[in-house]
C-alpha cells in the first residue's frame, strides 16, 4: 500500500466514523497503527482538526461535530487509480496517457445530480444510467462507458455510505475529429 493509500484510508475513516463492526476495524486496526507510526501525519490532521455547531435555519442547535480537512493532493489521487484499475478489470485496457480524468468529491449523495451537470457534455447519454455495479469490501461503485467510444466513462464511489466520490475519463485525442480534446 502506497502512502497516499495510508493517508487516504485514515482520512476516509475519520469521515466515516465508527458506526458499525467494519468501520470500527478501519479505524481501530487500520487507521489508528498508522496514526501511531506517523506523527506526522497525526499532527497534520490534529492541526487542521475543528469543531463545529449544527443548528436548523430557525438557530435551534442540533449537535457538535469534530472535523478535519482532507487534502486534495491525499484524495484525488487515489479514486484516480481507482478508476484506472477498475476501468482495467472490466474493460480489458490500461488507460495509460489516453485520457484525463476528472475526479470529483461528493458530500453527499444529491450531489450527484449536481454533478451530473457539470460533465464533459460528450458523456451526458452516459449519465442517464450506470448500469454497472460493483463492490468491493464495504464500499460500492456504479460506472458507465460510451457505447462508442470506451476512453469515455463515469465512475461513482460509496464508501460505507458515508463517503461518495466521483470521476469520469476522456480522451485526449477524439478519434472521430483527431484534435486534442
Known amino acids: 500500500m502506497s502512502k497516499i493509500e495510508e493517508e487516504f484510508r485514515v482520512y476516509l475513516s475519520l469521515r466515516i466514523g465508527t458506526n458499525n463492526e467494519t468501520t470500527s476495524k478501519l479505524w481501530g486496526e487500520e487507521a489508528m497503527r498508522t496514526l501511531r507510526h506517523k506523527p506526522r501525519l ?72 449536481n454533478w451530473s451537470r457539470r460533465i464533459d457534455p460528450s458523456l451526458e447519454p452516459l449519465w442517464t444510467e450506470l448500469p454497472g455495479t460493483g463492490s468491493v469490501g464495504a464500499g460500492y461503485f456504479r460506472y458507465s462507458f460510451g457505447a462508442t467510444s470506451p476512453l469515455d466513462s463515469i465512475w461513482m464511489f460509496d464508501f460505507y455510505g458515508a463517503h461518495f466520490a466521483g470521476g469520469y475519463t476522456t480522451p485526449t485525442v477524439r478519434r472521430d475529429s483527431g484534435t486534442p480534446e
Do not use: C
Open 42 to 113: 497525526r499532527n497534520k490532521i490534529l492541526r487542521s482538526t475543528k469543531t463545529f455547531s449544527f443548528e436548523t435555519p430557525a438557530g435551534i442547535f442540533l449537535a457538535e461535530r469534530i472535523a478535519s480537512y482532507w487534502p486534495p493532493e491525499v484524495h484525488n489521487p487515489v479514486i484516480e487509480k481507482m478508476i484506472r484499475g477498475f476501468y482495467f478489470h472490466h474493460y480489458g485496457e490500461a488507460l495509460g496517457n489516453r485520457v484525463q480524468i476528472k475526479v470529483q468529491w461528493l458530500r453527499a449523495v444529491d450531489d450527484l445530480e
